[in-house]
């Protein structure tokens, strides 16, 4: 069977992506996941924050001690870390890099363009074969409106894009008044590719503490539905790569998702959940879908459920939505109603 996958330019030999999360921070997990079937590996996520946090540290080395004893001049402030800082981030990379023979991608998470240009250049001379431009941004500012929100995002894949020649993959969320025009738009700026949808981690209430909770909630296979409609939108129009990303739980979501038009799929969640080795069963069970329905390529069936190519599109728009409701509605009165 054939599995072989084009992403960003890139030829895979699955098209089943170990997406950024801590799997993906130890080397020892990178050659598992290659040698159980991943076609690339994206690694955790280096914030904005570490970036700056690193330009302090500089700045207050710099200046430390310098009215102290010479025996003070070696004086490192204390401060608190980062699980991972830029400096140790980039030496992974390098040692990531030379590890692996399926590309290896590095994740950029930040909000804004300062700063991530001379690192996205520093991850392209550590051996990255690409960049996953993860913008993190929650437009709490009432007073910014739709469009200061896609500038702010265009105009950091424009600043990587003349910084880098790799390709760049930019991960986004949902909520935008028109996804598909936003994806033109940075196709334009200078994308490869987009990676849909980033899950924004919401807070949650501790009513017993009366303090707000932030935690990690994985994802689930009935979240595969939105991606999976602006994924089945786009292909065949975006002029770049499609990742498709959230609810991939089994080898299911995996077909789906390359049916509606996905080149290819990440997964983190099912991993954390299921543990490393449940991404051969992820490539067995795509192969035996395949093999039993008499495809011999992951490109057979790419896109053959996209709005593009099926033959009902309504299936995608309004009129599925009215003739939905009508029909849970006939259901649920006809469950509930008097029998005989």
């Not at 570490?50 to 500089?58: C, D, F, G, N, Y």
């Not at 996205?120 to 993860?134: S, V």
């Not at 469009?147 to 790799?166: F, G, M, P």
């Not at 996804?179 to 940075?186: C, I, V």
Request: aromatic content about 8%; proline content about 4%.
């Amino acid at each position: 069977m054939n599995l072989t996958t084009r992403y960003l330019g890139l030829e895979l030999p699955t098209p089943i992506i170990a997406g950024a999360g801590p799997l993906s921070g130890e080397l020892d997990n990178i050659r598992r996941l290659q040698d159980l079937g991943a076609g690339a590996i994206v690694l955790p996520s280096i914030f904005e924050e570490q970036i700056e946090r690193e330009e302090r540290l500089i700045e207050e080395l710099i200046t430390a001690g310098t009215e102290s004893f010479g025996e003070a001049l070696s004086y490192f402030p204390a401060q608190a870390a980062y699980a991972m800082d830029p400096g140790h981030y980039l030496d992974f990379v390098r040692r990531a890099a030379a590890a692996a023979t399926i590309p290896i991608i590095a994740s950029l998470n930040g909000t804004t363009s300062h700063g991530w240009t001379s690192y996205a250049r520093r991850l392209e001379e550590a051996g990255a074969r690409a960049l996953e431009l993860n913008i993190y941004f929650i437009p709490s500012d009432i007073r910014a409106s739709g469009r200061d929100v896609e500038e702010r995002y265009l105009e950091i894949v424009s600043a990587v894009r003349k910084t880098v020649k790799i390709p760049i993959a930019v991960k986004v969320g949902p909520y935008f008044s028109s996804p598909g025009h936003f994806a033109l738009a940075l196709a334009r700026e200078g994308a490869d590719g987009l990676v849909l949808f980033n899950r924004f981690y919401q807070p949650d209430i501790d009513l017993a503490r009366l303090d707000l909770v932030s935690d990690l909630q994985l994802s689930r296979a009935y979240e595969i539905r939105l991606p999976l409609l602006w994924i089945s939108v786009l292909a065949g129009r975006a002029p770049c790569s499609l990742a498709a990303s959230t609810g991939v739980e089994d080898a299911d979501q995996v077909v789906k998702y390359l049916l509606a038009g996905a080149d290819v799929v990440m997964t983190t969640s099912s991993l954390l959940r299921h543990g490393i080795g449940h991404i051969r069963s992820l490539c067995e069970g795509l192969t035996a879908w395949l093999a039993a329905r008499g495809f011999d390529s992951v490109d057979a069936i790419r896109g053959r459920m996209s709005h593009q190519r099926v033959a009902d599109r309504t299936a995608f728009e309004r009129a599925n939505y009215i003739k939905t409701i009508q029909y849970y509605r006939a259901v649920g009165v006809g469950a509930a109603g008097p029998s005989g």
